[in-house]
């Protein structure tokens, strides 16, 4: 048989293979390993979240659903949006779907088509490329600018504006931003949204992060006037609820869109899990103190890693505003230990027990000088992570 080609040009989520090498290791070495890989909350799924679950599953819900979503979660979610943002939104806006990697792919997919260009502004989670591409579309990578450890990392407008072409379909970004934990100015959106508006372009927002901003306030696509005409909002229950393996995300768009979507979705995976839709109920509707209680454990342990590894030479780390990553650039490090960003990563795992994401999973114009760490971990390994990094760097410095 003949295999579809356009396969052999994707490529995997990094943050998993190196899940799998840090369990190799430990298995190889006995180390316990310290990681800072994956992008998961380390909190429970909150209980009354989970005992909606159950007792739809006791009341029979676990049969087909309507592929768009069961009518009281599509109403909950536009209630829920119109609430926090003045989304202007009512449940024909809404699709909902087996987690935001399928969020990404159908708003994608109905925005996208073959031989365009779509751009991506990064460093940038993986997903956006893989799909640009998989679609037959060519994905271009805006820089964020570097701007020091003082400041992290800003959109340049221009940046944007020199790579949009009669072939550009699309942008795509990420709001706060995996993995710079970057966090967009009103005045940025503002002015993305009149780009792609001015070019007949459809504005791909990723949204996951919303709840997850520490410093001053977060500003979504949905609170511009007029914004489901050329925009469409990624969002999924992973991160706010710490419902990653739940696989429950939506996006939400102009109806005709919507609409399309549908009948895709409904091909793909005919519908989301129905007693996995309740809890999606129960989650905007319920209790939001343990949503609160977690990010405010979060910023605790953004501050910890900032400092922590503000103590390391050849370190430079500056504070993320939003997300749980943070993405320093370790450019002296690397100078002064004559490692590649592949050796660092696979070294400091394999010596140190110690996961980090190297930046090219991320960036092909920063890739080799930042690495990614979550801090979606404990306070003490944190601690003693960090500790094992200065370490690794003052081990490996030339003479």
């Given amino acids: 048989m003949r295999i579809n080609y356009q396969l052999r040009e994707l490529e995997g989520e990094q943050a998993f293979f190196f899940l799998s090498k840090a369990r190799e290791v430990a298995k190889e070495t006995g180390k316990e390993i310290i990681s800072f890989g994956i992008g998961q909350p380390d909190f429970d799924t909150f209980s009354h979240i989970k005992e909606a679950a159950k007792r739809a599953i006791d009341e029979g819900k676990t049969g087909y659903t309507e592929s768009a979503g069961i009518p009281e979660l599509r109403e909950t979610i536009a209630n829920y949006l119109n609430k926090r943002y003045g989304a202007g939104v009512n449940y024909k806006n809404v699709l909902v779907t087996t987690g935001g990697k ?6 994608m997919v109905g925005v996208v088509q073959r031989d365009t260009e779509v751009l991506i502004v990064e460093p940038s989670y993986y997903a956006y490329g893989q799909v640009a591409k998989f679609l037959g579309a060519r994905p271009i990578y805006v820089p964020l600018k570097w701007m020091g450890k003082d400041i992290g990392f800003e959109l340049d407008l221009e940046e944007v504006k020199k790579r949009i072409s009669p072939k550009t379909s699309a942008i795509v970004i990420n709001n706060p931003d995996n993995p710079t934990g970057n966090v967009f100015e009103k005045e940025k959106i503002k002015a993305l949204f009149d780009l792609a508006r001015d070019h007949n372009l459809a504005l791909i927002s990723d949204e996951v992060y919303d709840y997850f901003v520490y410093d001053g306030d977060f500003f979504s696509v949905t609170q511009l006037g007029g914004w489901t005409e050329n925009s469409v909002l990624i969002q999924s229950f992973s991160k706010t609820f710490s419902m990653t393996g739940w696989r429950l995300g939506y996006l939400a768009a102009k109806e005709e869109l919507i609409s399309l979507l549908d009948t895709m979705a409904v091909n793909l995976y005919s519908c989301a899990p129905n ?10 509707n319920g209790d939001f103190s343990p949503t609160y ?21 050849g370190v430079e780390a500056y504070m993320p505003g939003g997300a749980f990553y943070m993405f320093p650039r370790i450019a002296e490090a690397l100078k002064s230990t004559g490692m590649s960003i592949r050796d660092f990563v696979f070294r400091l795992l394999r010596e140190k027990g110690v996961l980090v994401l190297p930046g090219n999973s991320f960036s092909s114009h920063y ?8 801090y979606a971990t404990k306070r003490e390994k944190i601690e003693r992570g960090t500790e094992l990094i200065k370490e690794f760097v003052e081990e ?4």
Avoid at 102 to 107: E, H, S
Avoid at 295 to 313: A, C, D, G, Q, T
Avoid at 396 to 399: A, E, R, S
């Fill in 396 to 399: 490996h410095k030339k003479d």
């Fill in 293 to 313: 209680k977690m990010i405010s454990e979060f910023n605790e342990r953004r501050k910890l890693l900032y400092n922590r590894l503000s103590e390391i030479n």
């Fill in 102 to 107: 399928t969020a990404i792919f159908l708003a």
């Fill in 367 to 374: 890739g080799e000088e930042f690495i990614r760490l979550s």
């Fill in 275 to 284: 007693f996995v839709q309740w809890a999606g109920i129960e989650a905007l």
